[in-house]
């Protein structure tokens, strides 16, 4: 397909699990963002890729988020030892170059218990 | 920082209404904004982007303008049907750093 795709788009983690969020952009898209969605609210900005390369992880909550794109297409946001308050629906977006028009995935619903 | 006000949180009209969506940002210097419309469980779509340089991008019964000096930004939306049934979120691209977005306006158009 030629947009933006999540996978899985729900997941239930139970409280101290690790997750594994996947993202794949649009082909030839060099920027690569990562928003975190809480119920009612506006996406959040967590972290952005410029092909491999992490520029800007200001936005990741704690030491227990991650995020790789080591070929600089796909990219995988981890979460380890989940707690409730990660319960959100992570959103990834692609570009063709960083200030240019974004274009969002679906998300993925993450519900911690 | 940038942060960004939609205004109002809820809106629900009669179907035929023309409508309007506001959305204010706190600091002028922006490369261009965004308007997405959010499904219930679903991702953004992109409806219109407005370059800094520009005042008003239309698509269809859309129509976005920008007044960048003044930190605004509206979303027209004409002739409402109930399949517009959204919410409607305002995204600000400073440029250099990821879009800060408003916490949207929900549209219910009611048959």
């Known amino acids: 397909g030629a947009g933006v795709s999540q996978s899985p788009r729900y997941k239930v983690a139970k409280r101290g699990q690790d997750v594994a969020l996947r993202c794949d952009p649009i082909s030839g898209h060099v920027s690569l963002f990562w928003y975190q969605q809480a119920l009612g609210q506006g996406p959040e900005f967590l972290t952005y890729f410029q092909n491999e390369a992490q520029l800007d992880k200001s936005g990741l909550p704690s030491d227990r988020f991650f995020a790789e794109r080591p070929e600089g297409s796909v990219s995988t946001l981890k979460i380890q030892r989940t707690q409730q308050e990660d319960s959100a629906v992570y959103l990834c977006?692609?570009?063709?170059?960083?200030?240019?028009?974004?274009?969002f995935g679906p998300g993925t619903r993450l519900t911690v218990t | 920082k940038q942060e960004v006000t939609q205004i109002p949180a809820a809106l629900s009209v009669p179907e035929g209404e023309n409508l309007v969506l506001n959305c204010s940002f706190t600091d002028s210097a922006i490369y261009n904004l965004q308007w997405f419309r959010q499904d219930p469980g679903k991702g953004l779509t992109s409806l219109l982007l407005?370059?800094?340089?520009?005042r008003e991008q239309t698509s269809g019964r859309l129509n976005a303008s920008l007044d960048k000096s003044s930190g605004r930004s509206t979303l027209y939306i004409a002739a409402s049907q109930p399949g517009d049934s959204a919410t409607y979120l305002c995204?600000?691209?400073?440029?250099?750093?990821?879009?800060?977005f408003g916490k949207g306006t929900r549209l219910s158009v009611i048959a």
């Open positions: 977006a692609s570009s063709q170059q960083r200030g240019n028009e974004q274009y």
């Open positions: 407005i370059q800094s340089s520009q």
């Open positions: 995204a600000v691209n400073p440029g250099n750093t990821p879009l800060v």
